[in-house]
DNA sequence: CCTGCCGCGTGACCCACATCACAAGCACGC
DNA sequence: GCGTGCTTGTGATGTGGGTCACGCGGCAGG
């Protein structure tokens, strides 16, 4: 067995090490060894395309490692950047769940390791074990309010400049407590642009002045945040 | 029993003719009577606040009759309006699931009928009952897909005209096929400037652009489309 | 009746940001 | 090396629509 992506394939989730408590598989012994028969283990290259917005679903992917970018396009080719899934999630569980085809994109942006489960045999899992689907529904809840969160990004702020600190605080909240949070993160200004809604050149300028006024500093792809507190003003909190 | 709001209160779940297939209760007979021993039956006038944004979950709102208005305020004051919940959606169920604070307001927005669940009880039932448990699950599924669709109108779309035209459409969807779609709402131009995130001035604007260009009819409570192909044409597709 | 109040209609102003256009920096593979 | 492609930086320009300001009509209550 070889390990195309530079990481060892972890095929049994029942010894797996990948996963913590947020996993959606962190699951009972019986539901965990009934997912681990029915899935599909495979790892994927950067900018993998797993399913796209209008498909029908085909089933769910487990991400037990690396990042996957969702996304939705529209008609005229502007792409907005709903979230960058990481490792514990299950994607596309909405479509798979309620029947209706994907309603987003989603495309793999460094390599990974997924678990692909059936539609059919995901609906009978869920099923059969109340706790997973109690799993479920938690995880969708936490969707929906990202979602939520989103929205109100998008609807209540007119400023990028705001949307953008909101960004940023949003990035550094889970980083340890430290007087000038570093984030490693991979995103080009296009597609920071994609996630406020904004031109990828706003981003570029927003970004310029938070550097000249000593806010926060994007070098290379690590960010670093020097006034938590005028980022905090700027969303209005 | 008097009826305080114009209409019967329907105390029994097991012989309720308010529900259809796509309401949540909707449930075999086991989970049925299950819910219907934990709920709580209430009816309230328009303009009551159910929960808001921010306080910790007392529980599920099971939405009988009427319609209540599901919104989120900035620190400013504005507000954006996420859905207009229709009868056989629950309400607060993200909250109640995962254990956050109320992500969004609620209020309704004519009289309505209400069963409330504890957010213990709910818990114990969704445990309980598996078939309740999906179907929450699908529930979730179907919020977030909504929550995707706004995502995609405020962020992919540059136009207010564009946004009141892909909302319009939306509403006249679900009417019956013909040459003239009417639909009753009874929404302010305010209130329609805060679901697809602009002014009021704008919506107002606009709807007399779309009168004088013989598209689209406002008048009172009733919305009349007189050219849907243009409205079509409007968001891109 | 007059007086608020609220939803609607409209004009004037102006600024944030999208868009276009181009240059410079940086990483590749050959 | 040198080209090719992607990302970043920055200037000039145009405009959509937010905001303010005010007038009008309808409706309820004193």
Redesign the interface.
């Known amino acids: 067995m070889g390990s195309p992506y530079g990481f060892e394939l972890v095929e049994n989730c029942l010894i797996c090490k990948l996963r913590s408590d947020s996993f959606f598989c962190s699951l009972p012994k019986g539901a965990l060894e009934a997912f681990d028969k029915m899935k599909y283990t495979a790892s994927y290259p950067a900018g993998a395309v797993l399913f796209v917005e209008g498909q029908a679903p085909r089933g769910i992917y487990m991400l037990c490692k690396g990042r996957v970018k969702l996304s939705?396009?529209?008609?005229?080719g502007?792409t907005?950047i709903?979230k960058i899934a990481q490792p514990g999630e299950v994607l596309g569980?909405?479509?798979t769940?309620?029947g209706?085809p994907y309603?987003?994109t989603a495309e793999t942006g460094q390599p990974c390791q997924l678990n692909f489960v059936k539609r059919d045999d995901f609906s009978n899992f869920?099923?059969?074990h109340?706790?997973a689907?109690?799993k479920?529904?938690?995880h969708?809840?936490?969707?929906?309010?990202t979602?939520?969160?989103?929205?109100?990004s998008?609807?209540?702020?007119h400023s990028a400049p705001e949307r953008l600190a909101r960004l940023l605080l949003e990035w550094t909240a889970s980083s340890p407590e430290q007087a000038e949070p570093k984030v490693k993160l991979a995103l080009t200004h296009e597609e920071i642009a994609q996630i406020i809604?904004t031109s990828r050149e706003t981003v570029t300028r927003v970004l310029a002045d938070f550097r000249k006024r000593q806010i926060a500093v994007l070098k290379g792809s690590t960010l670093t945040v020097r006034n938590k507190g005028v980022l905090e003003k700027l969303v209005?909190?």
Chains 1, 2 share one sequence.
């Open positions: 939705t396009t529209s008609a005229e502007k907005l709903l569980m909405h479509a769940v309620s209706t309603e987003i869920l099923q059969k109340g706790d689907c109690l479920a529904a938690q969708l809840s936490k969707d929906c309010q979602a939520y969160q989103q929205i109100r998008l609807g209540l702020s809604g209005g909190a």
